[in-house]
């Protein structure tokens, strides 16, 4: 009967029928003995009677209330135990020689597993493991926020390993454990088939430059609205993915409107991973857009560096460390040391004038940056094992990092399952993880 979205938007209608009710139940006045006023007053003391309960009613209520909207604004932290008990009640199902959990939401389920089959469980840490340093603040009680980075932290100590995407964050993760091997989101080898469809859906000819940005975007974007307002009428910009917060697309949108460069931002959906290369390669510039000044961005070495290169597209970054270093290395792009419009205008249009060498030298460094590569270094740092099952709260065959693991592992011959809850919709890489071999179990929270 609650309602979860936090109000009682039915609690004065109840009031009303309880009211009705005991009008209802009270007889009329009696004729007889008793007079009328005897008769009234006992009417009355009902009433009194019956809006006393409701009131104790209502205040059950609000306690109640307070109880779910506390729930509410904690449930991810109960999620994560509650997929740790789902994951012990089909600990069948997902034996494994090795438990992997994407990401320290599914730490507690791995350890468990781990512990009761007395196996090794080991997290891919993908991310910054505070819920304080994320790029979008956790909403959580803070003392709830804080409990939970210590816990997390001491399950990290306490796995048997730690896998990483890379550098940076592999060097922070060195500070909880010995045992970190960095398996950065390298794409597998393949050849790039160029496309126009990106300029098309854009509207876009030839004639203009149009810069891309591949990513769901947290922060950061309003630098790069700026910098476009500063660019001639003939630079385009194009954005594939989503806002998040939702609210944050709705600030960008005003900001674009009142800097006059609406007409020049194209927002697109996210589109087929395996189609993501061939349809941005359309595109001049690929742009990675994170405020340097949060913690987890400044330690991220995100798929989008190389969905660019696979795509041939020369870079423009902030300075965030493992990206400025492919950058420099290959001489692929312009690292925006500067964060300012100004910055990142004269980043964009010192690639524009040297696109083609660039452009090159990402396609090179594609060549050089292969997930094949790491598959010996994926399967030393899992020990080698005979079975592995990843864990993880979110649909697992729709991870690309996971998946390519997967596939990689059960290649190998090592039996390969995926538990994690069920897609929400249509699961893209649903038929690759199933014709792998790869076992998938749905577990519904």
Known sequence: MLDRGGSFTWRRRLASLLTRAADGLVPPPSRGSEGAGAADRRVENLKRAQQAQIERFERRLAVAQT??????????????????????????ALAADVYVAHGVQALPAAALLAHVDTKRHMCDVIEIPSFQARAEPSKWQASNVEFVDRALESYLRHADG??????????????????????????????????????????????????????????????????????????????????????????????AERLGVMARWHCLDPVPYAELASFASAADVGLIVRDPGILNNQISLPNRIFDYMAASLPVCSPDI????????????????RDASP????????????????????????????????????????????????????????????????????????????????????????????????????????
């Open 342 to 445: 100004a910055a990142w205008a004269a980043a964009i249009a010192e690639v524009l004038s040297r696109r083609a060498a660039m452009a090159a030298q990402a396609g090179r460094a594609a060549a050089a940056h292969v997930w094949e590569a790491l598959e010996e270094p994926l399967h030393d740092a899992l020990g080698r094992p005979r079975s592995v099952t990843f864990l993880g709260l979110s649909h697992l065959c729709d991870n690309n990092r996971t998946v390519r693991m997967a596939r990689s592992l059960a290649a190998r011959g090592v039996q390969v399952t995926l538990a994690s809850p069920p897609p929400r919709g249509d699961s893209v890489t649903r038929n690759e993880v199933s014709d792998a071999g790869i076992r998938v179990e749905n577990l519904q929270l």
């Open 67 to 92: 109880a779910l909207d506390e729930y509410n604004a904690n449930r991810p932290v109960l999620t994560f135990l509650r997929f740790a008990r789902l994951c012990a009640a089909a600990r069948t």
């Open 321 to 336: 460390p493992d990206i400025a270093r492919l950058i420099t290395t290959w001489e692929m792009g312009i690292v925006v």
């Open 162 to 255: 730690l896998i990483t995407i890379g550098a940076a964050l592999g060097e922070r993760l060195a500070g909880l454990h010995a045992r970190v091997s960095v398996i950065p989101n390298y794409r597998r080898a393949e050849t790039l088939v160029r496309s126009n469809a990106l300029r098309q859906r854009c509207g876009v000819g030839e004639e203009a430059s149009l810069v891309v940005a591949i990513s769901n975007v947290s922060s950061g974007f309003e630098l790069v609205l700026e910098a476009l307002a500063r660019l001639p009428r003939a630079v385009h910009l194009a954005t594939i993915g989503r806002f998040s917060p939702p609210d944050y697309r709705a600030r960008c949108f005003a900001l």
